[in-house]
Nanobody
Framework: QTQLVQSGGGLVQAGGSLTLSCAAS????????MGWFRQAPGKEREGVAT?????????HYADFVKGRFRVSWVKAQAKLYIEMNNLEPEDTATYFC????????????????????WGKGTPVTVSS
């Protein structure tokens, strides 16, 4: 059974940094695409970053985090990371990692439907 177990998160001041991790187990043939999403109170879940995990995969970022966040996949650990720098109060949300069994087209990278597996979420609070 595939599981995504998240760790990290917490409270940080604006301008600070946090790193979240997501450990994948029971993956079987793997997840070609993995990503990070977030959901703020009262808002819909939105895509933050995605990554192609197979062989030198590219990373893709939502405009609102470009230049501040970095996503990575460490195959040996079967872990997905997101390094979040220069955090802003607007980044406050619960962050979820997700994995897809399928190859995704660019127009679906940041949509939730194509992702088959989800972590339980970890809260990130950025104080001003």
């Amino acid at each position: 059974q595939t599981q995504l177990v998240q760790s990290g998160g917490g409270l940080v001041q604006a301008g600070g940094s946090l790193t979240l991790s997501c450990a994948a187990s029971g993956v079987g043939y793997g997840m070609p695409y993995m990503g990070w999403f977030r959901q703020a109170p009262g808002k819909e879940r939105e895509g933050v970053a995605t990554l192609y995990t197979l062989g030198g995969g590219g990373q893709h970022y939502a405009d609102f985090v470009k230049g501040r966040f970095r996503v990575s996949w460490v195959k040996a650990q079967a872990k997905l990371y997101i390094e979040m720098n220069n955090l802003e109060p607007e980044d406050t949300a619960t962050y979820f990692c997700a994995g897809s069994k399928n190859f995704l087209s660019p127009d679906t990278w940041f949509t939730t439907a194509p992702y088959d597996y989800w972590g339980k979420g970890t809260p990130v609070t950025v104080s001003s």
